[in-house]
């Protein structure tokens, strides 16, 4: 199902990620322009791009669970950086990877694996990044009949109980951000972080804003956005994706990311995958 539930665009987010800078982020890379022909390309699958992504694959991000299928913006983004280097819809195979596996070192069994992967300098340790292709915000989800539905601060928040995804910069927001004064809840995938809003085990949930849209408006009926938490640090937090370690293609996936930020592609991406109901509240 098309994220159509959701009717209005994120213009925001649209807006600084058509003006991110190409270098903020990414993993440097050894490719040259004349390296990035497709022939020349050193694949795990001969003549295909392989890309990974979780199981199960999340709206908006991804449509039916099926990132084959080219819908959501994640398999959008894949399929047009494929078609940057060359290659056809049907030369393009996907694989299952949990999101932990995919971002600690060692061999890969895929190419490029999008899963809103945030660019942190500690990953870059073990993986390679391409340019980013989406700046997101962290937000705060909570039943509308929860105490937490009414904070207007971070502060607030820290008094009530807390959960993420496990290894997700949405838990890092969580610890380093919120700093519940109960410790954080931590789940294995996003379905089971929402089932526990859902019987009341905790009363907030962190997810990426895009998500935060997608849960409120199609998945908990029941739930409404706190609101969005400030920037880490103060810097943008984006999305790159995440290659083998010292991986000859990741120049070339940079550059066809920049193309595709260049031509107004991911803008356009954006405003069709990751709609918005409303304006979510800033948090101070």
Do not use: H
Request: net charge negative.
């Amino acid at each position: 199902m098309r994220v159509s539930l959701l009717a209005a665009t994120l213009a925001l987010a649209v807006a600084a990620t058509a003006c991110a800078p190409a270098d903020q982020g990414g993993s440097p890379g050894a490719s040259g322009p004349s390296d990035c022909a497709k022939g020349s390309l050193k694949t795990v699958a001969a003549g295909k791009l392989t890309f990974g992504t979780d199981e199960p694959a999340y709206e908006p991000w991804f449509t039916g669970n099926d990132p084959a299928n080219g819908k959501g913006f994640e398999s959008a983004v894949a399929y047009a950086v494929a078609g940057k280097l060359g290659f056809a819809k049907e030369e393009v195979s996907w694989v299952r990877v949990p999101f932990n596996a995919a971002i600690q070192p060692g061999p890969k069994t895929f190419d490029a694996d999008l899963n809103q992967f945030s660019i942190t300098d500690e990953r870059r340790n073990a993986v390679d990044f391409s340019a980013p292709y989406y700046t997101v915000r962290q937000a705060v989800v909570a039943l509308k009949e929860s105490p937490a539905a009414t904070a207007k601060s971070v502060a607030e928040l820290a008094g009530f109980t807390v959960g993420a995804q496990v290894g997700t910069t949405s838990y890092d927001a969580v610890t380093n951000q919120v700093k519940p004064k109960k410790q954080a809840s931590v789940y294995n995938t996003n379905d089971d972080a929402k089932q526990a809003l859902r019987n009341n085990q905790i009363q907030a949930l962190v997810v990426d804003l895009p998500t935060a849209f997608y849960i409120t408006s199609a998945e908990i009926s029941e739930a409404v956005i706190v609101g969005q938490l400030p920037a880490g640090g103060g810097k943008p937090e984006q999305f790159g994706a995440v290659l083998d370690k010292g991986s000859a293609l990741t120049g070339c996936f940079t550059k066809a990311v920049e193309a595709l930020r260049a031509d107004g592609t991911l803008a356009k991406l954006e405003q069709e995958w990751l709609a918005a109901a409303g304006k979510a509240p800033e948090l101070s």
